[in-house]
Nanobody, 111 residues
Framework: VQLQASGGGLVQAGGSLRLSCTAS????????LGWFRQRPGEQRQLIAA???????TYADSVKGRFSISRDNAKSTLYLQMNNLRPEDTAVYYC??????WGQGTQVTVSS
């Protein structure tokens, strides 16, 4: 199983980014999926999750600004991030439960 995350970068506050996570070696549609982030000096934190039936949950810190989605035909997980804030600066990771992680992608939001 491999998860390949992409889409991070540098953006100004108020801007948007879309992260992607493409999977291989797994039956993508059957997995619970999530996006995590890790700020410097902090633990990795779940910020958005989606079930095989497209049910979604969000951390309070991103609710209303971020949107998680999945395209099972493309084996790809997305995170649309709008109205970004400097405190969203972190390394973002995708995960397929229970144990499969993508490599991180850096998101930096400048004020």
């Amino acid at each position: 199983v491999q998860l390949q995350a992409s889409g991070g970068g540098l953006v100004q506050a108020g801007g948007s980014l879309r992260l992607s996570c493409t999977a291989s070696g797994m039956i993508f549609s059957t997995f619970n999926l999530g996006w995590f982030r890790q700020r410097p000096g902090e633990q990795r934190q779940l910020i958005a999750a989606i079930t095989p039936r497209q049910m979604t949950t969000y951390a309070d810190s991103v609710k209303g600004r971020f949107s998680i989605s999945r395209d099972n035909a493309k084996s790809t997980l997305y995170l649309q991030m709008n109205n970004l804030r400097p405190e969203d600066t972190a390394v973002y990771y995708c995960k397929a439960d229970p144990i499969y992680w993508g490599q991180g992608t850096q998101v930096t939001v400048s004020s």
